[in-house]
Nanobody
Framework: QVQLVESGGGLVQAGGSLRLSCAISRRTFIGYALGWFRQAPGKEREFVAAFRWSGGSTEYADSVKGRFTISGDIDKNTVYLQMNSLKPEDTAVYYC??????????????WGQGTQVTVSS
């Protein structure tokens, strides 16, 4: 069983920054992706960014490209999401997950409990 624990959420003003962390309980398959998703009230969970341990490749949703950066520290089994130039529409519960997919939540097997990010205008 793999456990993921997110941290770093909070309340920030528009234009501000936050860094989310996702600690993973054990080393997962090197080819797996570590993804960040978010879900706002009344909306479906949506893909934000993904990182692959193997090669360090990354993918981003168009809505966050250029503002968010995903990275990983394999020695610490931790993946980060640096969020800059935050907008009120970034307000959501942010989840990290790991699995064989990239953009589809259905392809992720293990999920964290989520961390709330609130961006005030």
């Amino acid at each position: 069983q793999v456990q993921l624990v997110e941290s770093g959420g909070g309340l920030v003003q528009a234009g501000g920054s936050l860094r989310l962390s996702c600690a993973i309980s054990r080393r997962t398959f090197i080819g797996y992706a570590l993804g960040w998703f978010r879900q706002a009230p009344g909306k479906e969970r949506e893909f934000v960014a993904a990182f692959r341990w193997s090669g360090g490749s990354t993918e981003y949703a168009d809505s966050v490209k250029g503002r968010f950066t995903i990275s990983g520290d394999i020695d610490k089994n931790t993946v980060y999401l640096q969020m800059n130039s935050l907008k009120p529409e970034d307000t959501a519960v942010y989840y990290c997950a790991t699995g064989s997919g990239v953009r589809s939540a259905r392809d992720y097997d293990y999920w964290g409990q989520g961390t709330q990010v609130t961006v005030s205008s």
